[in-house]
């Protein structure tokens, strides 16, 4: 049976660790105050983590009649972690202080042999990272990493993930373990994303949220209640697999998706070669598109025509109080406004989707959150269930302090 004096102190410190985290720079007296602890409990603790290293004075303020009262901040660089963003074209990895700065940040093309090629790339990135931060900054105990598919709940293993060849087929999040010797957490790339707009923007008191990527392939991360859905299996919001557009029949439709199929990377340059006989990457079509090629426009708007059939079928079954566009295609001004464009004209009512304003970090930020919390827990709370601590924002600024 575990002893009760041992669950009140972890249950303690976590709650200290929560408001010093959440209202820093605090006093003692506040943290009582806050967490109805005694002002004896919060001194004998909050002395620990300053002994310990995890919390430090950074100066005084007025205390009741006149007195000044030591005030308390968690220590940026107490600790690390490290938020991965692993792509079907490029990885992005970010090492983050225990404020959720970003103090080093690496981007490289992903390894086209995939498999065990790309396991090591990220390995090899995270190290790579955590040596060019801050010389004061301890190495990540913990890292999240986003994976453009779904990750088995039982094993582990990345399911519907066919822009990393091989990926599947060994236990990557094992591995990953094995070589940095960190815990490793895998999600997905989309789910990070949606997490990122949720807990980093002015969107975090929007509990109901959908955030669709479109980009190398298209797909969705879903807040219900503040709270990340992943569905029984892990595999919620894999929208490229919706029966629309292609025949979701042919084999192609169950690899790759029916919706994917033409609605992302390929579609739009499969497309555009269909009714010029030309073969132009995504980039060039939206240039030739601005520069009046009549082909180029066409392909641009049957594109989002799909994808505004997708939002109007989101809104139809969600009824989100917002839908967040991102990914590399999605944030482009031509798709996004004929997106907005066209699905006034196939649903009955306003949806309110907007661009993403993270752009390119948005999974970082979701995978930093995460991991934070995720070392908070293993720090403050011993294995205590049912207790969690929510890592405060920092402002977008702020993380994206150390970006390349």
């Known amino acids: 049976m575990a002893d009760p004096s041992n669950i009140s102190r972890r249950m303690s410190l976590s709650a200290i660790v929560q408001a010093i ?41 007025e205390g ?38 970003v103090v080093s940040e690496l ?66 999040p094992g591995l990953w373990r094995e070589i940095l010797g960190i815990e490793v957490f895998i999600e997905n790339d989309v789910n990070l994303a949606a997490l990122g707009e949720h807990w980093l923007t002015k969107r975090g008191d929007k509990d109901d949220l959908i955030y669709v990527s479109i980009g190398t392939g298209i797909g969705a991360g879903i807040v219900i209640g503040g709270q990340l859905h992943r569905g029984m299996n892990g595999a919620a919001g894999e929208i490229g697999y919706l029966p629309f557009g292609a025949d979701p029949f ?29 073969t132009l990457d995504v980039p060039d079509i939206f240039d030739a598109a601005n ?52 699905i006034s004209r196939c649903f009955p009512r306003p949806v309110l989707i907007e661009k993403s304003t993270l752009g390119n970090h948005a999974a970082l930020a979701g995978g930093a959150s995460v991991a934070l919390s995720r070392l908070h ?11 969690e601590i929510a890592v405060p924002p920092p402002s977008i600024e702020t993380f994206k302090k150390g970006a390349a």
Request: glycine letters at 10%; aromatic letters at 2%; a negative charge.
């Open 21 to 61: 985290a959440s209202y820093s720079p605090i006093s003692r007296a506040s943290v009582s105050k806050i967490t109805g602890l005694s002002k004896q409990t919060v001194s004998e603790i909050v002395g620990n983590l300053e002994e310990e290293g995890w919390v430090r004075t950074v100066g005084q303020t």
């Open 64 to 101: 009741h009649i006149g007195r000044r009262a030591v005030v308390y901040e968690i220590v940026p660089d107490a600790a690390s972690v490290a938020s991965v963003d692993l792509g079907g074209t490029k990885i992005r990895v970010a090492i983050c202080n225990l404020t959720g700065a």
């Open 107 to 172: 981007v490289e093309p992903t390894d086209r042999q995939g498999g065990i090629a790309v396991v090591n790339q990220v390995a090899d990135l995270i190290r790579r990272a955590a040596t060019e931060a801050s010389p004061s900054l301890k190495l990540p105990r913990v890292a999240v990493i986003g994976v453009p598919g779904a990750p088995d709940p039982a094993t582990g293993h990345i399911r519907m993930a066919p822009n990393i060849p091989g990926i599947g087929d060994i236990d990557a």
């Open 250 to 278: 042919e084999p192609e439709s169950l690899e790759v998706g029916a919706l994917e199929r033409v609605a992302a990377t390929h579609a739009i340059t499969d497309l555009y070669k269909s009714k010029t006989g030309r």
């Open 291 to 342: 520069t009046g090629d009549t082909a180029a426009t066409e392909t641009l708007e049957e594109i989002a025509r799909q994808v505004a059939r997708v939002m109007a079928a989101l809104a139809a079954v969600m009824d989100p109080s917002c839908i967040v566009i991102g990914g590399s295609i999605g944030t482009r001004d031509e798709l996004f406004g004929n997106v907005r464009k066209f």
């Open 377 to 387: 827990l293993s720090l403050f709370t011993e294995g205590l269930k049912g207790v």
